[in-house]
């Protein structure tokens, strides 16, 4: 069945056409008004900072809404937006649960339940930053330094393969060099970090997040309106279930059904879909960094209650659109004969994008989108990039600024200059990584770095705000345990990254420990974060709790 035959006249009239191409002199104009705008509310957030607190927490007087926005945009990057998006692409629909598990834990459950105790608990404890708020709130300044040197060594990974995933956009639609679109990312986003501060940030962020709700809100529909409407490209994507056993039979062997079915339980792709994408991303969230600290820049709890309906909004149009489109796009490519590049008419999504996901969200937006919307999806793509981008090179130079500099050379003065050199490091050695990373990184390396900061972090974050009888030994067990599990199940078990790192190979001859089904193919964080959670427990029972007038502080 020709899918051109289902199309409604309106589409196939224009569907696919070769003269659409983007003129890259008008989009290049458009983004100079947009950096115009970026630059502006960058100044902004530089004149209104006056001291750390504007700088690392926006003075803690953040309107609801530009809250909501900033945490949905510093959550949602193009990380998911490119790089699981074109994850959808290849494993399908099955994807759509993360959707449901990032509004469920990482907005209602994040709000409700970490986001109350977090505001009120870091005033109580004067906390500026993540690692502040755990070390005073533990009365620990060696476990504000542990903290800093974790954020420090894990975070340009998730830093790169934002950076990688905006890159590969500008790469595939616009035709650029991958080497000059990682220069002009981390500059620009350099420039409202450095100096404008959480309070610049966050005045991006808004308006960021508020381009990417329309602009993927946007390709959805243009998706819908080229496939013939959703019940015609729903059917034509399950009609295409045999096509996996046909054209993808090592895919197919290893448990995948067709792109509106979950894969075949207990298989290689079950295990990978749920344990690495689907728990690890959907739980690690509650532990990010730079999440937490958007908590603390609020007035009030009723703040954060109006903020998570706007979340969760966010969260729905944006990930949710990117995971459906990316699905959809194998209606696209297979059933498109003509009008689109040599070589990839009649092809599935990952065939078209020659095996590499991170390419499947910018080839189809190059191929199936009119001009305006393909101009409207570059100022998405740019936003989710550099709204994450930017909260992250915040949380890592306020690591190296605020937390490691004041607190291994013991002066509690003003560090915001020091902490502005500490975003310029972050972002250099992201650059770097965006450079050596091999192609298709960029999903797998969100699931690792929020696998890992759920394991390191979540056991215990939660009982500092929950659990009176939390012990300082206790949450230096959680964490060691947490990071040392995951980093051994990275280099030994989980075969993605063992074979890819080759210690494993080298030391024992084989490219994971534990070959036996399923274990080379389940994530670290399966049983890292049961191993801190245990680890927080039992240590915490054997050792002295802190003192009862610092407990009453904290939980008042």
Same mark, same amino acid.
């Not at 696919?16 to 002199?25: C, E, I, R, V």
């Not at 739980?283 to 998570?308: C, D, H, Y």
């Not at 793509?381 to 004041?406: E, K, N, Y």
């Not at 191993?531 to 939980?555: D, G, I, M, W, Y």
């Given at each position: 069945?020709?899918?051109?035959?289902?199309?409604?006249?309106?589409?196939?009239?224009?569907?696919?056409?070769?003269?659409?191409?983007?003129?890259?002199?008008?989009?290049?104009?458009? &983004?100079?008004?947009?950096?115009?705008?970026?630059?502006?509310?960058?100044?902004?957030?530089?004149?209104?900072?006056?001291?750390?607190?504007?700088?690392?927490?926006?003075?803690?007087?953040?309107?609801? $809404?530009?809250?909501?926005?900033?945490?949905?945009?510093?959550?949602?990057?193009?990380?998911?937006?490119?790089?699981?998006?074109?994850?959808?692409?290849?494993?399908?629909?099955?994807?759509?649960? !993360?959707?449901?598990?990032?509004?469920? &834990?990482?907005?209602?459950?994040?709000?409700?339940?970490?986001?109350?105790?977090?505001?009120?608990?870091? !005033?109580? #404890?004067?906390?500026?930053?993540?690692?502040?708020?755990?070390?005073?709130?533990?009365?620990?300044?060696?476990?504000?330094?542990?903290?800093? %040197?974790?954020?420090?060594?894990?975070?340009?990974?998730?830093?790169?393969?934002?950076?990688?995933?905006?890159?590969?956009?500008?790469?595939?639609?616009?035709?650029?060099?991958?080497?000059?679109?990682?220069?002009?990312?981390?500059?620009?986003?350099? $420039?409202?970090?450095?100096?404008?501060?959480?309070?610049?940030?966050?005045?991006?962020?808004?308006?960021?997040?508020?381009?990417?709700?329309?602009?993927?809100?946007?390709?959805?529909?243009?998706?819908?309106?080229?496939?013939?409407?959703?019940?015609?490209?729903?059917?034509?994507?399950?009609?295409?279930?045999?096509?996996?056993?046909?054209?993808?039979?090592?895919?197919?062997?290893?448990?995948?059904?067709?792109?509106?079915?979950?894969?075949?339980?207990?298989?290689?792709?079950?295990?990978?879909?749920?344990?690495?994408?689907?728990?690890?991303?959907?739980?690690?969230?509650?532990?990010?960094?730079?999440?937490?600290?958007?908590?603390?820049?609020?007035?009030?709890?009723?703040?954060?209650?109006?903020?998570?309906?706007?979340?969760?909004?966010? &969260?729905?149009?944006?990930?949710?659109?990117?995971?459906?489109?990316?699905?959809?796009?194998?209606?696209?490519?297979?059933?498109?004969?003509?009008?689109?590049?040599?070589?990839?008419?009649?092809?599935?999504?990952?065939?078209?994008?020659?095996?590499?996901?991170? #390419?499947?969200?910018?080839?189809?937006?190059?191929?199936? %989108?009119?001009?305006?919307?393909?101009?409207? @999806?570059?100022? *998405? #793509?740019?936003?989710?990039?550099?709204?994450?981008?930017?909260?992250?090179?915040?949380? *890592?130079?306020?690591?190296?600024?605020?937390?490691?500099?004041?607190?291994?050379?013991?002066?509690?003065?003003?560090?915001?200059?020091?902490?502005?050199?500490?975003?310029?490091?972050?972002?250099?050695?992201?650059?770097?990584?965006?450079?050596?990373?091999?192609?298709?990184?960029?999903?797998?390396?969100?699931?690792?770095?929020?696998?890992?900061?759920?394991?390191?972090?979540?056991?215990?974050?939660?009982?500092?705000?929950?659990?009176?009888?939390?012990?300082?030994?206790?949450?230096?067990?959680?964490?060691?345990?947490?990071?040392?599990?995951?980093?051994?199940? !990275?280099?030994?078990?989980?075969?993605?990254?063992?074979?890819?790192?080759?210690?494993?190979?080298?030391?024992?001859?084989?490219?994971?420990?534990?070959?036996? @089904?399923?274990?080379?193919?389940?994530?670290? @964080?399966?049983?890292?974060?049961?191993?801190?959670?245990?680890?927080?427990?039992?240590?915490?029972?054997?050792?002295?709790?802190?003192?009862?007038?610092?407990?009453?502080?904290?939980?008042?």
């Amino acid at each position: 069945m020709e899918l051109l035959s289902m199309l409604s006249p309106a589409a196939a009239a224009v569907h696919a056409n070769p003269d659409s191409g983007m003129n890259t002199l008008v989009l290049g104009a458009l &983004i100079a008004i947009y950096m115009l705008g970026i630059g502006y509310l960058g100044y902004r957030g530089f004149r209104k900072t006056r001291g750390s607190q504007d700088y690392l927490l926006a003075g803690r007087s953040v309107n609801p $809404f530009v809250m909501a926005m900033s945490y949905g945009a510093a959550f949602i990057s193009t990380s998911a937006l490119v790089g699981f998006g074109g994850i959808a692409g290849q494993f399908g629909m099955g994807l759509m649960w !993360l959707v449901f598990m990032n509004i469920a &834990i990482g907005i209602v459950g994040a709000f409700i339940f970490f986001g109350r105790r977090t505001r009120r608990m870091g !005033l109580a #404890l004067d906390a500026h930053t993540f690692p502040e708020f755990m070390g005073n709130r533990f009365q620990s300044r060696g476990l504000k330094i542990f903290l800093a %040197l974790i954020i420090f060594l894990f975070m340009p990974l998730y830093s790169s393969v934002v950076l990688i995933g905006g890159a590969r956009f500008l790469q595939e639609v616009m035709m650029v060099d991958y080497g000059w679109a990682l220069g002009v990312f981390a500059v620009v986003v350099a $420039f409202y970090v450095v100096f404008g501060g959480l309070k610049g940030v966050m005045y991006v962020d808004a308006l960021m997040g508020t381009v990417m709700i329309v602009g993927m809100l946007s390709l959805l529909v243009m998706c819908y309106w080229k496939l013939g409407g959703i019940t015609t490209a729903h059917q034509a994507l399950t009609d295409m279930a045999p096509l996996v056993a046909e054209r993808l039979p090592q895919e197919a062997a290893l448990g995948h059904q067709g792109w509106t079915c979950m894969p075949r339980f207990n298989s290689v792709w079950w295990w990978t879909l749920v344990s690495s994408l689907m728990l690890g991303v959907g739980i690690g969230a509650l532990a990010q960094p730079q999440l937490a600290v958007r908590f603390m820049t609020v007035k009030s709890s009723r703040e954060l209650n109006r903020a998570v309906l706007i979340g969760s909004v966010f &969260i729905l149009f944006t990930v949710g659109s990117a995971y459906m489109v990316g699905a959809l796009s194998n209606v696209f490519f297979y059933y498109t004969g003509h009008g689109i590049a040599d070589g990839i008419q009649g092809k599935l999504s990952i065939e078209a994008a020659g095996g590499n996901p991170d #390419l499947i969200i910018p080839m189809f937006i190059r191929e199936a %989108l009119p001009p305006v919307i393909l101009y409207l @999806f570059s100022l *998405t #793509l740019l936003s989710a990039a550099m709204s994450t981008l930017s909260s992250l090179f915040h949380v *890592t130079g306020s690591a190296i600024g605020h937390d490691l500099f004041r607190n291994l050379t013991k002066k509690q003065g003003d560090s915001t200059l020091i902490t502005r050199l500490g975003v310029v490091f972050g972002i250099a050695v992201s650059v770097i990584l965006g450079i050596v990373l091999p192609p298709g990184i960029i999903a797998r390396g969100t699931a690792i770095f929020f696998g890992v900061c759920a394991a390191s972090f979540l056991p215990s974050y939660a009982a500092a705000l929950y659990w009176r009888g939390t012990t300082r030994a206790g949450v230096w067990a959680s964490i060691s345990v947490g990071v040392g599990v995951s980093l051994f199940g !990275l280099f030994f078990l989980h075969r993605k990254e063992s074979a890819a790192l080759g210690l494993c190979r080298a030391l024992f001859g084989k490219s994971e420990l534990i070959g036996t @089904f399923p274990w080379p193919y389940v994530d670290t @964080f399966v049983y890292s974060l049961p191993l801190s959670l245990a680890a927080l427990l039992v240590v915490s029972r054997l050792t002295a709790k802190l003192p009862e007038q610092h407990l009453n502080h904290c939980f008042k």
